[in-house]
């Protein structure tokens, strides 16, 4: 997925209001740009570090700044939520191993109670495939990523809505790509969310499967690489 507009650095002043942050350009300028993570975002919103913006013309959107990755000392974090669907959809297009052999692929359909699945994937002769994707951004420990990094009760209702579907006889898949550059496996943050681990527990139990990816990020764009190993 590479960024439809050319990113810019700065420097991250503040990250507010769960939306909003204030950074400084390098001509001294103060600009406010929107910040696409409801998390807490923790380790990535310290002030004074360095971060990547998208400028945006669009007269729709109410700010003229995105804010798009976090650089830190030896990696590059992407803190938009909502890039991770992008990127799981241009690796579906080219291929995922684990995820192989579908002929069609379908974002955003409505399942269950009140609930989407971020992909459905299908072929004729073959078990339906849900597909729910989590971005993470979190690392406590060097080369280790965690979720989640606040607590999400949304999340662990699409764990009991996957589960719901493995037992009417389908496939259901929870895919974690891994929105930094400096880790290589894997965990849940149980001590963040008890709840989520537990439903998570129960989830595994029931037969949905569970895929890390990884992604090279560069103030380009992001793409999914390889597997990583959860556990």
């Known amino acids: 997925m590479r960024f439809a507009t050319p990113l810019v650095p700065a420097r991250l002043i503040r990250r507010y209001m769960r939306f909003l942050s204030d950074v400084e350009l390098s001509d001294g300028?103060?600009?406010?740009?929107?910040?696409?993570?409801?998390?807490?975002?923790?380790?990535l919103k310290?002030?004074?570090?360095?971060?990547?913006?998208?400028?945006?013309?669009?007269?729709?959107?109410?700010?003229?700044?995105?804010?798009?990755?976090?650089?830190?000392?030896?990696?590059?974090?992407?803190?938009?939520?909502?890039a991770a669907n992008k990127v799981v959809a241009e690796a579906l297009a080219e291929g995922i191993d684990a995820l192989?052999?579908?002929?069609?692929?379908?974002?955003?359909v409505k399942y269950r109670e009140k609930s989407r699945v971020d992909f459905?994937?299908?072929?004729?002769?073959?078990?339906?495939c849900y597909l729910e994707?989590?971005?993470?951004?979190?690392?406590?420990?060097?080369?280790?990523?965690?979720?989640?990094?606040?607590?999400t009760a949304r999340g662990a209702k699409h764990l009991g809505d996957l589960a719901a579907m493995v037992e009417q006889g389908h496939r259901a898949v929870l895919?974690?790509?891994?929105?930094?550059?400096?880790?290589?496996?894997?965990?849940?943050?149980a001590d963040i969310d008890p709840t989520y681990a537990a439903a998570f527990k129960a989830a595994q139990a029931a037969g949905v499967e569970v895929i890390c990816l990884a992604c090279a990020i560069t103030p380009d764009g992001i793409t999914a690489t390889h597997q990583l190993p959860y556990g």
């Open 46 to 82: 310290d002030e004074g570090m360095r971060v990547w913006i998208e400028p945006n013309d669009d007269p729709k959107k109410k700010l003229d700044w995105g804010w798009r990755l976090a650089e830190l000392p030896d990696a590059f974090v992407g803190i938009d939520t909502g």
């Open 175 to 189: 895919l974690f790509l891994v929105q930094r550059t400096d880790c290589d496996r894997v965990t849940l943050a």
């Open 100 to 108: 192989s052999g579908y002929d069609v692929i379908r974002p955003e």
């Open 29 to 43: 300028t103060v600009v406010k740009a929107h910040c696409p993570n409801p998390g807490s975002m923790m380790g």
């Open 133 to 151: 994707v989590k971005s993470v951004t979190l690392s406590r420990q060097a080369g280790l990523a965690e979720f989640p990094d606040s607590v």
């Open 120 to 128: 459905l994937l299908s072929s004729s002769g073959r078990r339906d």
